[in-house]
């Protein structure tokens, strides 16, 4: 079916007269009316019907109308948007973890737009699932054009890119024994029970490392996805915990102690995947996101 059709159609729709439709859409009488008749002879359908010296939509007509303008208008809304993006403006897709969706995204974001005045952008932020797989998944589905997570096993499909970093800490009960300290080797707390991030978190793979560089490994009673529900539990007692450095540590009846050995780090990574064709506006959001200084000390 030929798009030029469908446009002619539309315009001798409103217009209800081919030498005005003809001069509107800056074609021939007769160009307009082989148009019609080929769009008809193609549907088996008759779209119009003589009034006089004008012509008018026939029932089926009125229904084909509805159809084509809607068609029509998401399709020009499609290539304007793709015209708005192949020129630096646009929409970015970004998936990210929850803890670093808290502050650290939304503060990129913010800093790319005042770094951008002269471009229209806006962005659509994802943190369904809230773990590094789920979002590494999302990636890799095309959810989004780029994502930030923790890096979540070697893929090769997937390019990580350090943006930040984040301390881990020792986080104990205020009554604990150990939060008489405010420092400590890891292996000094191997005795006491433990809660651990589940397996499918980006952190678990660190902290698994750091215990085997410590020597051991410690009872371990839960495994947690939620950073703010680990909090929860070590404020009420029921372990212990290596978690990110974060202002809900600090505000809750928790003691955190600095691990001296081995010294422990989080990295988050920018996430895009390898051999993609990257819109103008998304490259240069990467290529921003990879000299952006994030200015507090907490990445939540």
């Known amino acids: 079916m030929n798009l030029h059709h469908l446009r002619y159609f539309v315009t001798l729709a409103h217009l209800e007269h081919y030498t005005k439709a003809a001069?509107?859409?800056?074609?021939?009488?007769?160009?307009?009316?082989?148009?019609?008749?080929?769009?008809?002879?193609?549907?088996?359908?008759?779209?119009?019907?003589?009034?006089?010296?004008?012509?008018?939509?026939?029932r089926w007509g009125n229904v084909f109308l509805k159809d084509v303008e809607e068609i029509l208008a998401h399709l020009d809304s499609s290539v304007a948007n793709l015209k708005m993006t192949g020129s630096g403006n646009g929409t970015i897709d970004i998936g990210c973890i929850r803890v670093l969706g808290a502050?650290?995204?939304?503060?990129?974001?913010?800093?790319?737009?005042?770094?951008?005045?002269?471009?229209?952008?806006?962005?659509?932020?994802?943190?369904?699932?809230?773990?590094?797989?789920d979002i590494i998944e999302g990636l890799k589905n095309r959810q989004y054009d780029i994502a930030f997570c923790s890096k979540y096993k070697d893929d090769p499909s997937v390019d990580f890119v350090k943006v930040a970093?984040?301390?881990?800490?020792?986080?104990?009960?205020?009554?604990?024994?150990?939060?008489?300290?405010?420092?400590?080797?890891?292996?000094?707390?191997?005795?006491?029970?433990?809660?651990?991030?589940?397996?499918?978190?980006?952190l678990r793979d660190i902290i698994d490392s750091l215990f085997a560089k410590a020597g051991g490994y410690p009872d371990c009673i839960m495994e947690i996805e939620e950073d703010m529900v680990i909090a929860g539990l070590v404020s009420q007692g029921f372990g212990i915990a290596v978690v990110p450095d974060m202002h809900v540590f600090h505000e809750l009846p928790i003691k955190t102690l600095t691990i001296t050995e081995p010294v422990p780090e989080r990295d988050f990574y920018m996430a895009s995947l390898k051999g993609t064709y990257f819109a103008p506006l998304v490259m240069s959001f990467k290529e921003f996101a990879v000299t952006f200084q994030y200015k507090s000390k907490y990445i939540f």
Request: charged share 25%; hydrophobic share 40%.
């Open 103 to 133: 502050s650290y995204v939304p503060g990129l974001m913010r800093e790319f737009v005042k770094a951008n005045p002269d471009k229209n952008i806006s962005y659509r932020l994802h943190s369904e699932g809230g773990l590094s797989a």
């Open 165 to 202: 970093s984040q301390d881990l800490v020792m986080a104990v009960p205020i009554d604990h024994p150990l939060a008489a300290q405010d420092s400590i080797k890891l292996k000094d707390t191997l005795a006491y029970p433990q809660i651990l991030f589940d397996r499918r978190s980006g």
């Open 23 to 58: 001069k509107q859409l800056s074609i021939t009488q007769p160009s307009l009316s082989h148009a019609i008749a080929a769009l008809e002879e193609e549907l088996n359908v008759r779209l119009f019907e003589k009034d006089g010296r004008n012509v008018v939509l026939t």
